[in-house]
């Protein structure tokens, strides 16, 4: 089974700061990789993904993410943190390339706090 | 388009009740999957199902049972409740191996 590490479950920021949320995977096998947001009461929203092609993966809100395998890592960062990034964001990654059962593994969460 | 929707939102059970938390889709998603949330634990897989008909445990699947009689409906069934439940609970779906999309959740409470 796959295994992904969170750094730092509350990360706090001030308003037009970088924002960088780290996620390490134990996969040996590149995987597909996902980070996913969670505002306040509500679902998981894709913020973007690696499949495959450019390591460097751009995604919804000026996020942004880079897949390197040397690292087995997946850092996600944003150049200047808005009042609205305010929210829990996952890292998960899929089983294997090649399974056809789709199940995610998913970090614990990191809890972004936006200071005005 | 709907997306995932998820019923009831919210419920309040005491310990031995039992009840059964809806997930449809209107994507033809053949994938489907039910998650719990716990504080600082990130989700975790109770059940999924790879098509109608079939399912299958995750990793924390005991006190739970499902369903999928429907390609568009996965039902996760409670069958005596216990507080160790109380939890928020999340419906996926998707197609294969790619990104799963999510309902809104459902916020229940054993008491």
């Known amino acids: 089974a796959q295994s992904v590490t969170q750094l730092g479950s509350h990360v706090s920021v001030s308003e037009g700061a970088l924002v960088l949320l780290r996620c390490n995977y134990s996969?040996?096998?590149?995987?597909?990789l996902f980070w996913y947001v969670q505002y306040p009461n509500q679902g998981l929203q894709l913020l973007l993904k690696y499949t495959t092609g450019a390591t460097l993966v751009k995604g919804i809100n000026g996020f942004e993410a880079e897949f390197k395998k040397s690292e087995t890592s997946f850092h996600l960062t944003k150049p200047s943190a808005h009042m609205s990034d305010a929210a829990e964001y996952f890292c998960a990654v899929s089983e294997e390339r090649g399974s056809t059962l789709g199940r995610l593994y998913f970090g614990r969460g990191t809890q972004l706090t936006v200071w005005p | 388009n709907a997306g995932v929707t998820q019923t009831p939102k919210f419920r309040v059970l005491k310990t031995g009740q039992s009840m059964t938390l809806l997930c449809a889709q209107d994507m033809n998603h053949e994938y489907m999957y039910w998650y719990r949330q716990d504080p600082g634990m990130g989700l975790r897989l109770i059940h999924y199902?790879?098509?109608?008909?079939?399912?299958a445990k995750g990793e924390v699947p005991d006190g739970y049972n499902v369903s999928r009689l429907k390609k568009q409906n996965f039902l996760l069934g409670l069958e005596s409740a216990a507080p160790s439940q109380t939890s928020v609970y999340f419906c996926?779906?998707?197609?294969?191996?790619?990104?799963?999309?999510f309902g809104p959740g459902t916020r229940l409470t054993v008491l």
């Open positions: 996969s040996s096998v590149p995987p597909y």
């Open positions: 199902s790879v098509g109608e008909g079939t399912t």
């Open positions: 996926a779906s998707s197609y294969r191996s790619n990104e799963q999309f």
